[in-house]
């Protein structure tokens, strides 16, 4: 039974974190920093405010609609990025911030996989029909350098993951 709530639980979480945790288990006390090479991706959906009002219309049924075709759609990106060797780091609404580290390769390397993972992401969400008469694309950047993977917040135990740099 622990074992199968640590996997669920382990799927929420960004790898850095499942590293850290693995390497020093114990909660954090006190906010902390790592500085990384990494490559960044940041995915933002166009369309998404005008087909989330358009499906609110529909009442209950249309947000459940709403959730599944979201979920098709990320679900796609996601695999997309895992594919590319990236690790989903945290969706922000409609956006979607994923990392490659060069930790154990140049960052040269990293930011080539990321790049394939955006240039596919292009090539089949550009004008992607989720539902009749409704398109979204994405635009994506990506930045590649020293990164700082901050654990911040601590209020009542609670900690914030951010990406900074």
């Not at 906010?31 to 009002?53: H, K, S």
């Not at 049924?61 to 979201?70: C, I, K, P």
């Not at 994923?98 to 292009?122: G, H, K, M, N, V």
């Amino acid at each position: 039974m622990a074992s199968t709530l640590l996997k669920t639980l382990a799927s929420y979480v960004p790898a850095l974190i499942l590293q850290r945790v693995a390497t020093e288990p114990a909660p954090l006390r006190a906010p902390a920093t790592q500085r990384l090479p990494a490559v960044v991706l940041y995915a933002d959906v166009m369309g998404f405010t005008l087909m989330a009002e358009q499906f609110a219309q529909q009442g209950p049924a249309g947000l459940e609609d709403l959730t599944n075709l979201l979920n098709a759609y990320f679900g796609q990106l996601v695999d997309l990025v895992m594919t590319h060797g990236g690790d989903v780091v945290k969706f922000a609404g409609d956006a979607l911030v994923a990392l490659w580290p060069a930790s154990d390769e140049p960052l040269s390397t990293a930011a080539q996989r990321a790049a394939q993972c955006a240039i596919e992401i292009q090539q089949r969400f550009h004008e992607y029909q989720v539902a009749e008469g409704i398109r979204l694309s994405l635009r994506i950047g990506l930045g590649a350098g020293e990164v700082m993977a901050a654990h911040l917040g601590g209020i009542f135990g609670r900690w914030e993951f951010m990406l900074t740099g």
